[in-house]
């Protein structure tokens, strides 16, 4: 079974579903044969890259509140992601633009390691003192290493803007076909969606409904044939 989750890095609801996610993951019978694949979201694709703000101000600027509102939104996040036992700083964050983000993570799936640069794109976004956005790439090159990836084949990809462009984009178009206006978004088996960062009981009951619902599979009989079977091989006898 696949689970894709369309996300994006400066989404904080993101960083709590995908933990909510994964502990009804952990506890799914039949986790060993669930493959899950991150998907591409932008929040802001049209920031320019250089253009970074403190996030309360951001927020104060988006939804027309005072910074004393985001300020509160932000705690109770802080609070959120603490019963997931994830750090997240409430104050001093940043904003920015994550295509460049999202170029790499399609990168690391061809690598075996998406799931490894996400989680570390979301500790160092939302958990650490240093800026995702205000580095430049090295900061992006350090903690892609850090998943296990090359050094020198991650600059390659930020060097070139049209590396793995049109696959964001393509993730992108795909969300809004799926209906997606917002993020997290999982989709299980490409028959069920689920929208937000729900508690882990209904990412369960999700696994499970999807699971149970997958189609038998359905034998063509072309008449008997040679095979290996737990007692070996046939030898064609002549």
């Not at 044939?225 to 070996?232: H, Q």
């Amino acid at each position: 079974m696949r689970v894709e989750i369309w996300s994006d890095i400066a989404c904080p609801w993101c960083y709590v579903g995908k933990a909510r996610f994964e502990k009804a993951l952990q506890a799914f019978p039949h986790r060993e044969k669930v493959e899950v694949v991150h998907r591409s979201f932008e929040l802001d694709p049209h920031r320019a890259k250089d253009d970074v703000q403190p996030v309360l101000t951001m927020l104060a600027k988006k939804y027309g509140m005072s910074e004393a509102q985001a300020q509160a939104g932000e705690d109770n996040l802080g609070a959120q992601a603490a019963a997931e036992g994830l750090e997240y700083r409430t104050t001093g964050r940043d904003h920015g633009n994550t295509f460049d983000m999202h170029r790499l993570l399609h990168f690391a799936k061809e690598q075996g390691k998406q799931d490894e640069l996400i989680q570390i794109l979301y500790r160092a976004n939302f958990a650490e003192e240093r800026s995702l956005f205000t580095e430049g790439d090295e900061r992006l090159v350090e903690l892609a290493v850090e998943a296990g990836l090359a050094a020198e084949d991650v600059r390659k990809v930020l060097a070139d803007p049209t590396a793995y462009a049109d696959a964001v984009r393509a993730d992108e178009r795909e969300a809004a076909e799926l209906g997606a206006n917002g993020v997290p978004f999982f989709v299980l088996d490409r028959k069920y969606g689920v929208s937000g960062a729900q508690p882990a009981e209904v990412f369960a009951q999700a696994l499970t409904q999807a699971w149970g619902d997958r189609p038998p599979l359905r034998l063509i009989d072309e008449g008997d044939a040679d095979a290996c079977g737990p007692d070996g091989c046939a030898v064609p006898q002549h």
